[in-house]
């Protein structure tokens, strides 16, 4: 009776446990990727920080941003498929992080656009 006693006690203190941990979820790469300009003009960059609220400080993330070109333009002697952006570092740079992307996004558009007139 004493072992199915301490069993029990056992079996109840291990499910309590195993009820208090929680799942975390950790986010290594954010990434856009797009043919529309206007949308990625118009992109909340707020909401990328929900996305990595869950992570350790010292996680390595990035953010990766990909404008398509799906035009065809002839008047151009140079042919660009896709702009692609990578931008790297820790949760703890978050913020950094996200300015550096607007501020990539800005020169993709131009580029995009320079080469699409």
């Known amino acids: 009776m ?3 006693i301490s069993l029990a006690l ?3 203190f291990s499910s309590i446990y195993s009820q208090n941990t929680t799942t975390k979820t950790i986010v290594k790469e ?3 990727e797009t043919n529309n ?3 990625l003009k118009k992109f909340k ?3 990328v920080e929900n996305f990595f609220e869950q992570n350790n400080k010292s996680d390595s993330i990035k953010i990766v941003l990909i404008l398509r070109n799906d035009s065809t333009n002839k008047k151009v002697d140079i042919q660009l498929n896709n702009i692609i952006t990578e931008i790297k570092g820790q949760t703890f740079e978050l913020h950094k992080l ?3 992307a607007k501020k990539m ?3 993709m558009i131009e580029t995009y656009k320079e080469l699409n007139r």
């Open 45 to 47: 960059w707020e909401k």
């Open 2 to 4: 004493k072992k199915l």
């Open 10 to 12: 056992l079996l109840s």
């Open 98 to 100: 996200i300015r550096k």
């Open 105 to 107: 996004t800005k020169e």
């Open 37 to 39: 300009v206007d949308a």
């Open 30 to 32: 954010f990434k856009i």
